[in-house]
């Protein structure tokens, strides 16, 4: 993370030193569109997030530096103050949401930095949430807890930027704990570490970007939730979550086709992130490698989201013997998260970079990543 870089910007565009905090990106090793239908998840913060120096400036005033974006902005902390820039949505939706709740902030300098890569469904959004939220609850002695300081970052998606995610990013983003993957309960909220050290079990974690993204037509993730609470309805449960196949069988005359395919993709996807943890366990990367490609393939055939580009990377990444690949994220374009041995790593992104190329005119970006630390003052 640029820690320097963000300490030189702040001293420059402030003259004084302000405090550092961090917050990571995210992964999300399995458990694909389960949150919505009451299922579990299982992601890792990753070695890539927002770093931002913060100093109080005895004003009611936040004053705030971009420097990514080389954007300066200034706003006060009532409604009426939100801010143009959509960058300084999320910051200013951070203190609203804190004072809704009673916390009682004032002004303060900020600079900040990151190093996740947009668009690539690791979670940038939740990250800098993650860095204010932690940050000004320290900083105000506030006393909010860690559970509340991620559902704060979800309420300013909501309420400032428009985007009605579920609580997986923010989440992953605040409890996140070097070496582990979490597995987090979206009906009960509960949530359980799972060791997770592939490098020391001779394996790589790597991402590859397709960078594409397809314009979607209608709104395809809302017509899948749909199709989810549908099924759930004619089961007289709330969500999918806890539905068997031998259930979904049996009402299978009741639902449309479509319908059918979704909830399966679903249940199963359920069953997979049980059966990964499970698997780690026993320090069985093998069957996590299985569970992974058999969730490529439920989201590109039940879910279809997928898209030519994500199911081709996954193709190379099983004809060059990686143990496992999947689409990373909703879909529609975005990310492969692969889990490769070590001894294949090499020529696995040699082979997917040049025939990627060769398909589609340009290579894909490649991120390696490490599973880190949540939210923490540097």
């Not at 991620?150 to 428009?162: D, M, P, V, W």
């Not at 790597?206 to 209608?218: E, F, P, R």
Request: aromatic letters at 10%; glycine letters at 10%.
């Amino acid at each position: 993370m640029n820690v320097e870089v963000v300490k030189t910007k702040f001293q420059e565009k402030f003259a004084a030193e302000g405090e550092l905090f961090a917050s990571p990106g995210r992964i999300n090793l399995i458990g694909e569109h389960t949150d919505y239908n009451g299922g579990f998840v299982f992601p890792g913060a990753i070695d890539k997030g927002m770093v931002a120096a913060i100093r109080l400036n005895d004003s009611d005033k936040v004053r705030a530096y971009a420097i990514d974006l080389d954007s300066y902005t200034e706003f006060g902390l009532t409604e009426e103050d939100a801010p143009s820039e959509g960058w300084a949505r999320y910051i200013f939706g951070i203190c609203r949401e804190i004072q809704k709740r009673g916390g009682k902030i004032a002004g303060f300098d900020t600079a900040f930095s990151g190093d996740v890569p947009l668009g690539a469904g690791m979670s940038s959004s939740a990250a800098l949430e993650s860095t204010f939220a932690n940050a000004l609850n320290e900083l105000f002695s506030l006393g909010i807890d860690r559970f509340e300081l991620a559902r704060i970052g979800q309420s300013t998606e909501h309420n400032y930027c428009g985007v009605k995610c579920g609580i997986m990013d923010q989440f992953a983003s605040v409890f996140g704990k070097a070496g582990h993957l979490m597995r987090l309960d979206c009906r009960s909220m509960e949530f359980e570490y799972f060791p997770f050290d592939p490098e020391a079990h001779g394996y790589k974690l790597v991402l590859l970007d397709s960078v594409v993204k397809h314009a979607l037509v209608g709104s395809p993730y809302n017509d899948r939730r749909a199709s989810c609470e549908r099924v759930a309805a004619v089961l007289c449960q709330e969500f999918l979550r806890g539905a068997t196949m031998e259930q979904l069988d049996a009402i299978k005359d009741k639902i449309s086709e479509e319908d059918y395919k979704r909830a399966r993709y679903v249940i199963g996807e359920e069953q997979r992130v049980l059966d990964v943890c499970e698997a780690l366990k026993r320090d069985d990367y093998e069957t996590v490698g299985k569970r992974m490609y058999e969730t490529h393939w439920g989201m590109s055939k039940d879910y279809e989201v997928s898209c030519e580009e994500l199911d081709f990377l996954a193709t190379i990444a099983e004809e060059c013997g990686v143990t496992g690949s999947r689409i990373m994220g909703g879909g529609f374009g975005g990310c492969t998260i692969n889990l490769v041995k070590s001894e294949l790593y090499d020529n696995f992104l040699t082979e997917a970079k040049a025939r990627f190329a060769q398909k589609y005119g340009h290579e894909p970006k490649v991120y390696s990543v490490v599973i880190s630390d949540g939210a923490r003052r540097l």
